[in-house]
């Protein structure tokens, strides 16, 4: 479960933030993650609380996930689509051969503060 990891230098990160900008709350974290990255919501939002529980900047803050759809280029007829939605098959060839365009990805997109 690598999401725990992840937590755990996201944390890492905040609290650099914090201390390298003077501040005393974090209120929340913003992280885009990919459907395609591997990468569970749900055990971020989980696991988050028991991270964070024992540093005193981001006690109180919330963590924000926002999915990235999983989009993919058909290399036989160029239809763009859904990657998850449509089980890894363009839904109008059929074929499994794309081009992957977002999806895969971890970002931390936004550290909201109270100054």
Known sequence: ???I???YKMAELAEKVAA???LKKIISITV???ELSGILPVFLEKYYPLIIENREVLKESKLLV???RGQGL???CKTLYNIMKN???CPQCH???KTILGGREFVVKNILYEE
Do not use: A, F, P, Y
């Open 66 to 68: 926002e999915v990235i």
């Open 1 to 3: 479960m690598h999401e």
């Open 5 to 7: 990891g992840l937590l």
């Open 95 to 97: 074929s499994r051969s």
């Open 32 to 34: 885009e993650v990919g």
């Open 87 to 89: 089980e890894g098959k």
């Open 74 to 76: 058909c290399d036989e």
């Open 20 to 22: 390298e900008n003077g």
